[in-house]
């Protein structure tokens, strides 16, 4: 299609235009006519059933949605506040965990080497490799339950929580 057909259409031609503004002018009015009528018409309405739109009211009750929004605003702050607070004291308990492991280690390493010295110079009966290596997996089985358990209940605290936030959330909602 050339841009002398495009222009051509008559869809496009000078008369077309024009009625096409004076029916978009038409509608404006018609929109202007009815959006008076149906503020009139409100107007009469709550004039007729006797209510007073009082604007003091109206902004009252603003003013408290906008209380309410700026207070659950500020609960969930509170609560995220909390969850990161949460969640700073489980990396630090995570931390120290990881130190006395690591102490527990050293001591492990110091107390090995302590027994060695004690047997080297005659005042002790030694220990086999085999006796101190099933020594050690022992207590190492051991603290890894300690830890697992501790683990356990740091997680049941944290339902326990995230539930009692639920049933306060709930609450909240319900009132």
């Known amino acids: 299609m050339t841009l002398k057909t495009l222009l051509a259409h008559p869809s496009l031609n000078r008369d077309k235009i024009d009625e096409t503004m004076e029916a978009m002018a038409e509608a404006a009015a018609d929109h202007a006519e009815i959006d008076e009528a149906i503020k009139l018409g409100g107007e009469g309405v709550a004039a007729a059933a006797g209510v007073a739109i009082d604007e003091d009211d109206l902004q009252k009750e603003l003013e408290q949605m906008i209380e309410e929004k700026e207070k659950e605003e500020a609960e969930e702050r509170e609560r995220e506040r909390e969850r990161e607070r949460e969640r700073e004291e489980a990396k630090a308990r995570q931390e120290m965990e990881r130190q ?47 830890a697992a358990q501790a683990q356990r209940d740091r997680e049941a605290e944290n339902k326990r929580r995230a539930r009692w936030e639920e049933q306060e959330r709930a609450g909240v909602h319900a009132a």
Do not use: M
Request: no cysteine; glycine share 2%; aromatic share 4%.
């Open 100 to 146: 006395e492991e690591a102490q527990r280690r050293r001591q492990i390493e110091e107390e090995r080497e302590q027994k060695r010295a004690i047997v080297e110079n005659g005042r002790a009966t030694p220990v086999s490799e085999e006796e101190e290596r099933q020594w050690e997996e022992r207590w190492l089985a051991a603290q890894a339950e300690k």
